[in-house]
């Protein structure tokens, strides 16, 4: 879901700004380029069925693609801690179709994708962040970034989420090993963890045609809500044992956003009792100019359903200051249909990702808005402020 | 006031002759001094250009056994979490021949901002990393490659070659250096054809720790900028054109000294009418401006001229010298311009503060004897006596001051040194050849005509002094720079002689090293088998050898070059060596054992080495001690290096593999190796190097550097000429006024030029004969503290008893000539147009 986020950092870097003199284009289609147009490239639409475990490797074929986790976790202390890692790739050129039979060697750094990746560790008002680039070709899977299925494993350098699963014919996209390590001036920080799925892959909208805007854009997207994790975390060079939920976005498109979206606002909450929660509003491109919005309601056995735009109010509350911008950090999000009216709340508003295309990223808190109640926690992404 | 600004200037109308020997002077002193300027301010441009480009200012990697490092390497670090940047280095030929340096990058890991800055907006970065990929070049290149700044961008060019190869379409940016072209990796690679291979890999400074298995780490920190190794020789340059503008504005202090003399009755008459007297100063002061302005423009004109001629040879030299890139075109930034305006200027000021301060002083009386200021030229020649002794006297001082620095240090005392050397000899010309001609007139005191003529030169002595003090130094500097050169182009050739001893060269790839060693071994053609090896080390402690004081230890942090050589029978006897500890043999002999180690000559000086000291290196193992056996001659290196026995190097360094010297049996046939090594290993050409073409290349780089030095000082020589000429030709007029007479008495004008050319051919003569010693002084300061400062190395002194004819037949043939023209005139005037002269 809120994927979308951090790609654009990807596409503004690339793509966006994309105004020379010689090509004094058009404006910016969307927020950070995930509006423009999908070209060659092939187009998400209801009628793919998604296959797995092929499609947790890359899609060449599609301009955008990220792979994208959030963990809720506590240390051995008993002390909240968030922690972020994410993939995205962008398509350079539409791969070529080799001829049958044939996969011919490309040439030395000859590159058809480019790659991003974040990292983030956060824990009280500590808030480290990385990035790193890297290229490669769609031809050869051994590049300095890649995704491929079987088994699973999505890195770059020495970043990776890789199955640790070892018995033949097992699924070995439901236990993955994460680890990132950055060195920085205050002693390192990173992780080494060990995510197990506790449920099922979740599709969203249409059997995982997510619809982005009124006029129909939108990307393959599911969901892996329900991961445990247990492993160290590092910050400020100090190693502590962890252990808490994660929540992986798949989601890749070639034209996610419609011409006028501008930023979003994406939730995606772990409930106390065991439902999941994941609402997005896109701000711009609904009916009439409004907002767009769309979720899906997980039960703890898996099953999703699909939230219309109507079925979703979220409004912002108040706002607070983080990296000199106004943020909104208080919000009111009721689902009538699941029975929920939730205050969510990020206990710390610096949870900016000062990264080469900036955005909010922390963890929240949901609490009932009636009795104050504590529901659950999760994340919150916020772009375009 | 207009109007006796006119009568002033009208002056020059009635002697056009002083007015373009003033404007020729202003014109070379500023041509010479503009032109070196804007060598240096173009190279230092460029240095300013490389220093901001992103391969330097990075850490390095290269593997520890020579081999290229490959994509794999890259990819393995990456994976390993290490923050490593692949770098492509290779060169193309331009169509014009012109050698482009190609460097591919790989943007999205090269540390630092730069690396968008390098590509330009991020927008670029999409096309920098698709086909067909983008050259991104500075517009100064664009020549090399027959493209015009107009059309440059999105140009694709074509190279040189057989291979049908085009450039990526070409981006300008002029902050890149000279010559080099930045593209993507994948773009370089597919232009350079080097598959999968990189030239190093490079990290952000100090982002490593220590290298990893099997590589080498070179720190930024401890590579030399090109800015820093090339100051000297730049240092070199000015002084030569500090040397040609002293020398012109010589002339121009003559021709103004001339021009006020010749204005005094001027110059009362206008008081008369009531001009102020420092309204008088003002407008002489204002004359000297706009004269000033001319010259100096015409003079930085010219300038950029010569400098746009000698350019290409100062780009060769520092690239083939220092390896720094140079533009062979000129880069000029706006405060060259003002500079050389200010400082023509400044110098005529200063040229004409004496004529200032004298047309002020002297008494409207005072100023009705002609040749007023001329009464004084005897209490003027005291005072240059005096000045002389002066700065002789701060130039011992300087010298001995020296002599107390270590060696290596002090090229500004050390130029200052020369110029005190020059300037008090200049200084003490005149009184000396006063003295002489006063000794002289005794001895001739009852041959009236020779009384009578030099009585005459005497008379003529103030008026030719400058011209004559120009003419030495220019002599002395012309002796001087040309001994240094050619004792340095013996002692080179002498030196490679004595280096290259092998017949042939091979630089085997790395991976067959090993079975060519073996191969080579047995072959009937060989002789001796010479094997090298390189790397590099860190200098971090000398124990110095003293035997009537405690030893000492230093420590330091030193980045030096090792290097392996093989002591045996060919190289031992000829591998020269300046000093050693107990004799060549000893040396040798603990050299071989690899109990001593050998230091160039440029370490030894720079940190105070002899043989006996103990140097303690960093090394793979750990710490490595050797005691310095000997010092060795190593020309045209810049750095400090440690010499070591082959199989030492390779076991306590890690060196990979070198270069193998082949020294052919005695009837060994070279074209039957070289077959055998292309037929058996598949190598040749560039690989195997025959000695002959070694020396070739590395004699074409000496003369390339000393091509600019010469050039120079020939220009000099011909600018002192120029001033005796001008101040000859000045008073010829008044000269045969004075000749009259004696014609009237009876002296056959044959015998009055003969007169003329003696006197002046004579006092040429004094002027040569003193520039001998003074030239051989010259040498030896160059040689002894200039060399030494900016070059590491000291050179023995040579006398070349050739230079030294042809410094003497340049003086007297310079005087001569300049006498000839006036004799000329008075062969053809009438004796009664003389006597006119003289009459009026």
Redesign the interface.
Known sequence: MKRVAALLSLL?????????EESPPTETAGFAGLGEEAGDFAQAHEEITLRFPEDHAAHPDYRIEWWYLTANLEDERGEPLGLQWTLFRQA??VPEEPPPGERPKP??????Q?WMAHMAVSQGDSHRVAER???SHSQDE???AGAVAEPFRA?I??WQLASRVEEPDADTFAELNLSA?QSDDQGGFGYDLALTAEGPLVLHGAAGFSQKSADGQGSMYYSQPFWRVEGEVTLDGITRKVSGRGWLDREWSSQLLGPEQRGWDWFSLHLESGHKLMAFQLRGGGEGGGDYRSGTWITPEGEPTALAPDEIDMAPLATQEAAGREVPTRWRLTIPRAGLDLIVEAPHAERWMDTSVPYWEGEVIASDAETGERLGEGYLEMTGY | MLTAFATLLSHYKRHPGQLAMLLLGLWVASALWSGVQAINASARDSYARAEALFTTGLDRLERRDGEPLTREDYLRLRRAGLPVSPLLEGTIEAPDGTRLTVIGIEPFTLPGDNAFASAGSTSELTAFLTPPWQTRLAPDTLSALGVSHREAPGAEPRLAGLVEARLPPLTLDPALPPDTLVMDIAAAAALLDSGERIARLVTSPNALAQAPEGMVLTRAATLVSPGQLTESFHLNLSAMALLALVVGLFIVQAALGLALEQRLGLLRTLRALGVSGRGLVGLLALELVLLGVVGALAGIVSGVWLARMLQPDVAATLGSLYGADVAVTLNLPWHYWLGGLAVTLGGLLLAGSGVLWRAAHLSVLGLGQAQAWRAGFHRQLKLMGVAGGAVALGGLALWLWLSYQPPGEGLLAGFGLIGALLLASALLLPPLIALLLAGLGRLVAHRPLAQWALADLQLQLPRLALAMMALLIALSANLGVSSMVGGFRLTFLDWLDQRLVADFYLRPPAEQHDDIHAWLAESTEVDELLPTRRSEATLVAIQYYAEERDEQTRELALPVGVYGITPGATLMPSWPLLATQAGRDDAWQAFAAGEAAFVNEQLALAEGLAPGDRLTLTAPGGEETLTVAAVYPDYGNTQGEVLLATPQLASRFAAPPGSIGIVLAPNGDGTALREGLRQRFAIGGDELVDQREVKRIATGIFERTFTITRALSALTLAVAALALLASLLAQARERRRQLAPLWALGVPRARLMTIQLAQLGGSAFVVGALALPLGTLLALGLVAVINVAAFGWRLPLFIFPAEMALTLATAVGVALAAAALPAAKLWRTPPRALLAEEAT
């Open positions: 503004v870097v690339f793509w966006l700004s994309g105004c020379t350079l050129s040439a030395p750094w000859a590159a058809d480019l680039f890297a290229r051994s590049g300095q890195w350098d020495h390590h």
